[in-house]
């Protein structure tokens, strides 16, 4: 059954997967996903945590230890998720050495509170580095305007970054220009430019969500036949940008230094809408130096009836670009949406760590020990 997903890994798309919980991790589930689908990452978010934290099990006994030292509810939540990121990635070590720390990673995110505060987001990315400890995390920061500075502070320091949140072309251009001026920041400060490493996380599938609704809200023929085809334009297009910023020279001068490239990370790949194949944002969006990182039904969807016919993003621009024009034609202002998205995406993953506090301090008040 992993056929299809190797033949993607072959094709130059390394597989992670959005997702963790301690039962995964215990039970054996990531260890056999590596070893039988494919699987060179994990991708976490507050939502990821939110779900598992809440619903999943394997959490007590940790909850009631930090319950009886009367942690915060803040410190409590760092101290479970640190926990598991730093036990997946012990279990993705030894991928994480033989790709010479391209893959084997786990990635954990900054809290998502502070998506607007850049100097709360360097700090807390240097705390989440030096709580987790391992060579192969990469620290999320979001792709905000306040996360551009920090994103290239962090780089500097010479911890690796998962850029999260990345809905337009202009600021995925941004992630790229603050991604190698951190770059040289490290090259500055003498440290090993071979040891850094980034990925940038392009949001795709939420992009057909909000086009897809003006569409249907137009409902012309017109607008009917755009349906699906704006959010693998503007990732086909995102990778355009990549091929010529890490072509390009300011790129020439560090990649003699060592540095690695900031592959483009296809995020939010499982698809929304039931008319559309539920391997749409993988199949067609296969391009070499990329990640994908699915949800385990996106996974076992391309596992069993993905069909991988070679690269499927070279070569599209002309049409892409003619794509998004269309859209833009029809009065649906590109700007706007991902603008709206970025803001919704920072919503949201707030909303899932309030959730996450509120069920984890609930937790904590009912393992505390009784007074004698």
């Known amino acids: 059954m992993t056929d299809a997903l190797k033949r993607l890994s072959d094709e130059g798309v390394a597989i992670w997967l959005d997702d963790l919980s301690r039962k995964r991790i215990t039970s054996g589930n990531l260890a056999e996903l590596i070893d039988q689908s494919h699987v060179v990452g994990v991708t976490t978010n507050p939502s990821i945590f939110q779900k598992a934290i809440s619903h999943g099990d394997g959490y007590e006994q940790q909850l009631a230890d930090l319950a009886a030292r009367k942690v915060t509810v803040d410190e409590a939540i760092r101290m479970i998720t640190t926990a598991d990121v730093r036990d997946a990635a ?5 991928v994480f050495e033989a790709t010479d720390g391209q893959d084997g990673r786990v990635s954990i995110e900054v809290d998502p509170r502070l998506a607007h505060e850049t ?3 360097i700090a807390e990315a240097k705390q989440l580095a030096w709580l987790v400890d391992r060579p192969n995390t990469l620290i999320k920061i979001p792709a905000t305007k306040a996360g551009l500075p920090a994103i290239t502070e962090v780089i500097g320091l010479g911890i690796s970054v998962n850029v999260t949140l990345i809905f337009s072309l202009e600021r995925y251009r941004a992630v790229m220009d603050a991604y190698l001026a951190g770059l040289e920041k490290a090259r500055e400060r003498g440290l090993d430019l071979s040891k850094i490493h980034s990925v940038a996380s392009f949001f795709v599938s939420r992009v057909d969500s909000e086009i897809d609704k003006r569409l249907d809200g137009i409902g012309t023929d017109e607008a009917k036949a755009l349906k699906g085809k704006a959010a693998l334009a503007n990732a086909r297009l995102a990778y355009e940008a990549f091929e010529e910023v890490f072509s390009g020279e300011r790129w020439a001068s560090l990649d003699k230094a060592q540095a690695n490239k900031q592959r483009p990370l296809w995020a939010s790949t499982g698809v929304k809408d039931p008319a559309y194949k539920d391997t749409l944002y993988v199949v067609d969006l296969v391009a070499p130096g990329t990640v994908n990182t699915m949800p385990e039904a996106t996974l076992e969807a391309t ?3 993905g ?7 070279r070569g599209t621009y002309d049409q892409s ?7 833009e034609k029809l009065g649906i202002a590109y700007d706007d949406v991902v603008q709206l998205l970025e803001d919704e995406g920072v919503e949201k993953f707030e909303a899932s760590w309030n959730d996450l ?8 008040s009912r393992l505390a020990p009784s007074e004698a």
């Open 119 to 121: 100097v709360a987001t």
């Open 303 to 305: 596992a069993d009836h």
């Open 321 to 327: 670009r003619a794509e998004l024009a269309a859209v």
């Open 90 to 94: 012990d279990i993705l070590r030894p």
């Open 307 to 313: 069909e991988v016919a070679g690269d499927t993003v």
């Open 357 to 364: 506090l509120k069920s984890t301090e609930a937790e904590l």
